[in-house]
């Protein structure tokens, strides 16, 4: 952190601002322009059953194609685009992006339903559920067909704003998902105040979950809660064989992760449609 001075009427007051690396000033400086060149594309990482592999469905996941840098991951950029005010369009890019996509595939025969990411900011765009909605018409994209993720910690930051944004996407027939669960704090209560369809277990659960009896509890606690919920379970990050055996084991229907497969190009879907159907 770096101290700042600055002047009010006659005192001085410190305040502590966070503390951007130079790489990052260079970039945020850089988005506005890059979303109106639309730098933005979308991988996708299949989600599958188990045990048997197939695939179910496919999580959007945004990359920038960075002039100079080539394709940069989320976490260099989201916060950035979230702090600078313009996460309204960059997610209009995703979510029609995403449409389309889903509406190619569709016209070659495959039914995919894909997953969007959303940021806590989304919520308050009054004008984010009819953009979507237009988005669905405009490629005759049946609704049950996206899916929209926000981690538990958004989903919190004001329950009230989070409700009526799910039951206004519920009811154009678009399906919910509450992703990095279990890292939000949350309690299970208010879970069940939420009306999501799937909840996704997130990775640290599944990396420590062959670690230690423990942990693996913690997980069986996790899919059970969910299922007493009516909830459908996807767990995130598995790299292992052995912890998509055990997540079996604990009943957990679906999942994500390097082991069955790395989020990849549309195209590269394509071929990994025709092998795991
Ligand atoms: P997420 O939604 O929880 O997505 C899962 C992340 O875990 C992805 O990282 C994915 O590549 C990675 N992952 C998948 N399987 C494995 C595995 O087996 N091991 C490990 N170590 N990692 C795995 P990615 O693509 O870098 O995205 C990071 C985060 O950025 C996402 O986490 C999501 O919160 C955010 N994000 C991505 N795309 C968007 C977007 O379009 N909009 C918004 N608002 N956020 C996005
Ligand atoms: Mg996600
Ligand atoms: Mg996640
Ligand atoms: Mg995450």
């Known amino acids: 952190f770096q101290a700042k001075k600055f002047r009010i009427g006659a005192e001085f007051y410190q305040k502590q601002l966070p503390e951007f690396s130079e790489r990052q000033v260079l970039l ?6 890059a979303v109106e060149l639309k730098q933005f594309i979308l991988v996708y990482q299949p989600k599958v059953s188990l045990p048997d592999g197939k695939l179910i469905g496919a999580e959007a996941l945004a990359r920038w194609q960075h002039p100079e840098e080539g394709l940069l991951s989320p976490d260099s950029f989201i916060e950035l685009v979230e702090q600078g005010g313009i996460i309204h369009s960059f997610s209009r890019l995703v979510i ?8 190619v595939w569709l016209a070659t025969g495959k039914t995919i339903p894909v997953s969007i990411n959303l940021s806590v900011y989304n919520l308050a765009d009054i004008d984010l559920v009819p953009f979507i909605k237009e988005q669905l018409e405009q490629f005759k994209v049946p609704a049950h067909l996206l899916e929209v993720e926000l981690t538990e910690s958004a989903t919190m930051v004001d329950i009230t704003v989070t409700k009526k944004a799910f039951t206004d996407l519920r009811n154009l027939g678009v399906k919910l998902s509450i992703d990095d669960f279990g890292t939000g704090m949350s309690s299970f209560a208010y879970l069940r105040e939420l009306d999501v369809d799937f909840v996704k277990i997130d990775r640290s659960f599944v990396a420590s979950m062959m670690d230690d009896k423990r942990n693996e509890l913690v997980v069986q606690g996790l899919i059970s809660m969910c299922h007493s919920m009516g909830k459908i379970v996807i767990a995130e990050g598995i790299e292992t064989e052995q912890q998509a055996h055990k997540l079996h084991e604990l009943g957990c229907g679906i999942a994500q992760g390097y082991y069955f497969a790395k989020p990849c190009f549309a195209e590269d879907m394509q071929q990994y449609m025709e092998h795991n159907n």
Do not use: I, P, T
């Open 96 to 103: 029609n992006e995403a449409v389309r996509q889903v509406s």
């Open 28 to 33: 945020r400086g850089q988005l506005s322009r």
